[in-house]
Structures are given as C-alpha cells and as structure tokens.
C-alpha cells in the first residue's frame, strides 16, 4: 500500500479538498496539519482544534517509537493516534485518523490528518511520516553536492530542465557510494566513499583530463599544428 506524505508546501493537510482528491485516487496519505486544524469528533458533531486534541489526551494514549535512523542513531518520539476522525459525509472505504507527534525534549507537537484505503498499523504511519526527515535531508544534498539551488531561470520548462538534472546527477553519485559501502571490506584505513567524496574524486578527475587535453593542444600549437 503507498500512502503520500505531505509537508513542503505548508500545511497541505489542511486542504480538504486535496485530501479529498488523494482519496479519490486511492492515495493514502499522512499530511500535516497546523495546530488550530479543526479534527473533526463523534462523526463530525463536534469540530476541535488539534492542539486542544492533543493536550486533552491521556498519558497513556502516548507510545514512544522511532521515526527512522538520523545520524545521531534512531528519532526517538511520542506518538498518539486518534482513529475514527471523520465526518457523516465521509465514506465508508477507508481509515480517517489523526497522527500526533510529541518531542520527547521540548513537547513540540506535529499533527498528521491520515487515511489509508486498507488497515494499517500505527508502525506504518509512523515511517511514512518520519520518512520527511530523509527527503528534506536529500534536498539538502542536492543543494550543496549538486547545486540544485542554484539555477539563474525564470521559466517553468528550464526549472524543470535544471531540477531533473541536478537531481539526476545526486542519483549518480548517491548509487556510487551506496555500491562502494556494498563492496568495499569493512575497514580499509581509507575515507569511505560518501557522496561528497565521491563528488570530489569526479571532479578532480575532471580537473586533470582538462589540463591534460589543454598540454596537447599546446604542444601541437608549438609544433605547428592546429590545436584539436
């Protein structure tokens, strides 16, 4: 089952009328809310702010379980699930509920409206919404490996052209590395093969064959020759 996680535009969770049409299309998903999202209660009767929600919860209503690996070890959190959270109007074939997430640190709240066309266990909504940690981690790699901030376009059609490279080529080098780590020996005493390094090696080869073909060609100039 494919469930949509949405968080990069804002709180797209609170459009009902996108929500409706993930639905449609058989999309699950675990959007964001903002905290003065409605949640709506008892089938709709009564309609109650999401941060109201979820200080009215129980202390037994919260379970701590990991988002995913950060690169401090796994992302520890409180997790609270309210299921059943839709109106009347709302049909039958599917899951409507509300995802809370706590900071175990600051108390930080985080709010998910989520429906899956089939049931899920709460582990599941759990990953797809730790998963916007590793995309925006990713975006930030391409930004600083790829320069996928840096395009200087004013037109859909060359954004688009841009992105889809930039992002192509963090593909490369990502594959690169991961195949690195699959094949190289445990410790060699050498630094691993990261993104970044692997980056720097593409380059630095890069550097050398340019100055190599410009040696050639001067030399041919000496000689008499046309330059290639």
């Known amino acids: 089952m494919t469930l949509y996680l949405g968080r990069f535009s804002g709180c797209t969770g609170n459009s009902a009328a996108f929500r409706a049409h993930l639905r449609e299309h058989r999309l699950g998903y675990v959007l964001a809310v903002s905290c003065s999202h409605l949640i709506p209660l008892d089938g709709g009767k009564a309609r109650v702010r999401a941060d109201r929600v979820a200080a009215d919860l129980p202390a037994s209503a919260w379970q701590?379980?990991?988002?995913?690996?950060?690169?401090?070890?796994?992302?520890?959190?409180?997790?609270?699930?309210?299921?059943?959270?839709?109106?009347?109007?709302?049909?039958?074939?599917?899951?409507?509920?509300?995802?809370?997430?706590?900071?175990?640190?600051?108390?930080?709240?985080?709010?998910?409206?989520?429906?899956?066309?089939?049931?899920?266990?709460?582990?599941?909504?759990?990953?797809?919404?730790?998963?916007?940690?590793?995309?925006?981690?990713?975006?930030?790699?391409?930004?600083?490996?790829?320069?996928?901030?840096?395009?200087?376009?004013?037109?859909?059609?060359?954004?688009?052209?841009?992105?889809?490279?930039?992002?192509?080529?963090?593909?490369?080098?990502a594959i690169c590395a991961a195949d690195a780590a699959h094949h190289d020996p445990a410790d060699t005493g050498l630094i691993k093969l990261t993104v970044n390094e692997v980056r720097r090696?593409?380059?630095?080869?890069?550097?050398?064959?340019?100055?190599?073909?410009?040696t050639l060609s001067f030399r041919h100039d000496r000689e008499g020759r046309l330059p290639y």
């Open 64 to 173: 701590r379980r990991s988002a995913g690996a950060g690169s401090k070890g796994p992302r520890f959190y409180d997790w609270a699930w309210l299921d059943d959270v839709c109106t009347d109007a709302d049909s039958d074939d599917g899951g409507h509920s509300l995802l809370i997430r706590r900071n175990t640190t600051s108390g930080e709240l985080a709010f998910y409206r989520c429906w899956t066309p089939k049931p899920t266990a709460l582990a599941q909504l759990v990953r797809v919404a730790g998963i916007r940690w590793t995309v925006e981690e990713s975006f930030q790699a391409a930004k600083s490996q790829v320069g996928l901030d840096q395009h200087q376009v004013r037109r859909w059609d060359s954004w688009h052209r841009f992105t889809t490279l930039a992002l192509a080529a963090l593909a490369v080098l």
């Open 201 to 214: 090696l593409i380059n630095a080869a890069s550097t050398l064959s340019f100055k190599h073909d410009r």
